[in-house]
């Protein structure tokens, strides 16, 4: 397939269903310029977020099942994305350090089932504040790195493993020295769980020192934020950098101090799926474009919800 | 920043807050708990033109108490007692709570600040 194709079949695929974000829509970053020796195709990824495997309560008596579904769904994409990455918030809490260990094991079983052929992980607070990220590092890795793919350059950065919400001085001299190669215009994508910026503080919908994150990242023109902890689709910018938040894939909650508690979103059985979902990030390889297209998880067929009736 | 400091900010949130502010005679003391997942009280009534301090202890383990309108970010060590000194200039409800991880139920851990003329 050639590349005027492969173009054409993201036209395509992002044509059905679903919100599309068009290039410097909502903070979409544009006209990012690859570095030089990359390879020049057109690739797309998927972000899956908080989907807190382990909880149970009445914003989702489903919960058991909404992860499978989750995975059943990218799988039947059209194309299979380069890599899924889960910001944060995998499991839910558990004061109980084997249940905890539990938790992971079985999330990683189930995200096993992902055609892609590779997924990235980082840490939410459910997942790392009560230990530090001990749990995750032995199940999953480091909780902060980065890597290239096509061209672009990710890093992951963890604004959960301190209880207090804290990237640390330590992970922003990392980051320095991370990005400090790369030209004024290199294409960056980040990934995190938390804000940055101060979305709403009085929910806790922050990072502490977010704003020496940020104030570093401005030194490069091209740097998108995906991130999630909010559990719905949001868009920001702060300065040239453009910052969106996804769905969960657990409950939804309200829009930012919308009211005055952040209470999830009372379930509803007639739309048991409503505001649960998963995002598509494709990336035009010529302007090096990123293409945003929200996906739901309502009206994914009710066969498939039967089918993944889980045991655990 | 967490320990001694002036926030002068908080007067144009209605409130100035202290923290960690020596405690005189003739000042009123509010006692206020914290403990998975709650803070008791959960509202904290004041007057305008009463200055208060509360005092902030813990029950089980380290919490946090923001209470963002006022820029007061302070932890609830096991043991200590955090202070923070509040002179109320103008009636509102500021929501404050624990910005510390401490479990399920963490996001509820809230509580306001309700003054009333």
New interface residues.
Partial sequence: MNESSTRRDFVKLLGFGGVVFASGLAGACSNMVRRPGSQDDDFFFVQLSDTHWGFKGPPNPEAANTLRQAVQAVNALPRQPDFVVFTGDLT????DVAERHKRMREFKAIVADLKAPAQRYMPG??DA??DEGKAFQENFGATHYSFEHKGIHFAVLDN?SD???AIGDAQIDWLLADLKPLSAEAPIVVFTHRPLFDLA????WTT?DGSKAIDLLQHWKNVTVFYGHIHQEHHFRTGAIAHHAAQSLIFPLPAPLSQP???PVPWDPAHPRRGLGFREISVDGTRLVLTLKEDSLEGKGAAQAAAVGGSY | MRGLQWILGASLAALLATTSPEVTAQDKVIQVTAERFKFTPGVIELKVGEPVVLELTTLDR?H?F?V??LKVDE?IEPGKVTRVRIVPSKAGTF?F?C??????G???M?GEIVVKA
């Fill in positions: 839910h809490t558990t004061d607070e459910h504040s009560l959960v209880p207090q919400a503080p009085q929910w806790d502490k508690k952040r209470a | 380290k946090g923001q963002p309108d932890n929501e709570h910005d510390v991880f401490c479990g399920s963490h996001e509820e809230a």
